[in-house]
């Protein structure tokens, strides 16, 4: 079975905070994904990454930035938290090629104070 | 990719079927259907997914209209652990996200 894993389940920061969200995954995917799930707004992709290195803009990528330096994990950079970035924040890895469907982890759930 | 539409919410006996439809009207050739789960505060669980076959795996069925635009999700005996938000999607082959609408919450009554 894929494992995603998420660094955090819950996690409180505070305002102008550098916030760091980690996922890691061990099916050697090529492709990973950052999305925040409000209610009534679904899932948004952040960013996602289809090597290492390499990362896109999703829908919603103002105030975040990501980094993958290796191909298991892919890190979510808050640069300067603030509080409409309270939300829950799900990963994703997918093989890469088509038809392949993506792998969720069980989510961070971020509050900004 | 195409808009789904499903049901905001339906209920099911406990080891009876739960049949979860979708319509996707605007579906185009190369777009799979795929159905997802997500019970509260995990993330979504990947079930199935197909593009004009019928498919089986052993969590469920997925059932797709000869001219694609409406599928159906079969849980064969649903249990109170199904209980959670179902989620259709439609999506190319070289789409790079899932749109996620807003599902239809599924709840098993004992």
């Known amino acids: 079975d894929v494992k995603v894993t998420q660094s955090s389940r819950y996690l409180v920061k505070r305002t102008g905070e550098k916030v760091f969200l980690e996922c890691v995954q061990d099916?050697?995917?090529?492709?990973m994904f950052w999305y925040r799930q409000d209610p009534g707004l679904g899932l948004r992709l952040i960013y996602f990454s289809y090597d290492v290195k390499m990362k896109e803009k999703g829908d919603i990528p103002e105030g975040y930035s990501v980094s993958r330096e290796k191909k298991e994990r892919f890190s979510l950079i808050l640069e300067s938290a603030s509080t409409n970035q309270t939300s829950m924040y799900l990963c994703a890895s997918r093989r890469g090629g088509s038809n392949q469907p993506q792998h969720f982890g069980d989510g961070t759930r971020l509050s900004i104070l | 990719d195409a808009k789904t539409t499903q049901p905001p919410s339906m209920d099911c006996a406990e080891g009876r079927a739960a049949n979860l439809p979708c319509n996707h009207s605007?579906?185009?050739?190369?777009?799979?259907v795929y159905w997802y789960r997500q019970i509260h505060s995990q993330g979504p669980q990947y079930i199935i997914h197909?593009?004009?076959n019928n498919e089986t795996n052993e969590m469920a069925s997925l059932i797709i209209t000869e001219d694609r635009k409406s599928s159906t999700l079969i849980l064969p005996h649903a249990t109170l652990r199904d209980t959670a938000v179902y989620y259709c999607i439609a999506q190319s082959n070289t789409g790079n996200q899932f749109y996620f609408g807003t599902g239809t919450s599924l709840t098993v009554i004992p």
């Open positions: 197909g593009l004009k």
């Open positions: 099916m050697d995917h090529e492709n």
């Open positions: 605007t579906i185009s050739g190369n777009e799979y």
